[in-house]
């Protein structure tokens, strides 16, 4: 991917400055093709069937940014608990100010946790890729909601 800096975030040299940005940048990445396919896939594929919530079938919630009005506030608190739990779970910013590399969270995906040092670097620059479009992309469909 290469490095790239046109703001000049990183003009000190601090390295530990750089872990945690590269960290919080892989994870954003994560995030946004996570939503990027969440965004994508009930438009293709449908919906799930069952209720949400009291009286509310998932049929019934739109796609995009409309859900944020009809999604109940528990569904909401259920969503940020479970994102709590989930950070919590990965060991709440090691990867970012401890002993784990940028983005490992401690948990490998079954066919990409073996392979050389080369290979792990290629796989990680492809996920960097991935994740800047991502990022774009969902900004590109927020923005298209309106």
């Not at 919530?53 to 944020?68: R, T």
């Given at each position: 991917?290469?490095?790239?800096d046109?703001?000049g975030l990183?003009k000190?040299?601090?390295?530990?400055?750089?872990?945690?940005r590269?960290?919080?940048e892989?994870?954003?990445?994560?995030?946004?093709?996570?939503?990027?396919?969440g965004?994508i896939?009930?438009?293709?594929?449908?919906?799930?069937?069952?209720?949400?919530?009291d009286?509310?079938?998932?049929?019934?919630?739109?796609?995009g940014?409309?859900?944020l009005?009809?999604?109940?506030?528990?569904?909401?608190v259920?969503?940020?608990?479970?994102?709590?739990a989930?950070?919590?779970?990965s060991?709440?910013?090691?990867?970012a100010?401890?002993?784990?590399?940028?983005?490992?969270?401690?948990?490998?995906?079954?066919?990409?946790?073996?392979?050389?040092?080369?290979?792990?670097?290629?796989?990680?620059?492809?996920?960097?890729?991935?994740?800047?479009?991502?990022?774009m992309?969902?900004?590109?469909?927020?923005?298209?909601?309106?």
């Amino acid at each position: 991917v290469g490095f790239w800096d046109p703001a000049g975030l990183s003009k000190d040299g601090d390295a530990a400055v750089f872990k945690r940005r590269r960290s919080i940048e892989i994870k954003h990445g994560r995030i946004a093709m996570l939503a990027t396919m969440g965004y994508i896939t009930p438009e293709v594929a449908g919906k799930w069937g069952g209720l949400c919530a009291d009286g509310l079938p998932f049929s019934d919630i739109p796609n995009g940014l409309a859900a944020l009005k009809v999604v109940p506030f528990i569904g909401w608190v259920q969503m940020f608990l479970y994102c709590g739990a989930v950070e919590a779970s990965s060991g709440l910013g090691r990867d970012a100010f401890g002993d784990r590399a940028p983005g490992d969270m401690g948990w490998k995906p079954p066919f990409f946790k073996d392979g050389t040092e080369e290979k792990k670097k290629t796989r990680l620059a492809a996920e960097l890729a991935n994740g800047r479009l991502a990022m774009m992309a969902i900004i590109g469909m927020f923005f298209q909601d309106g």
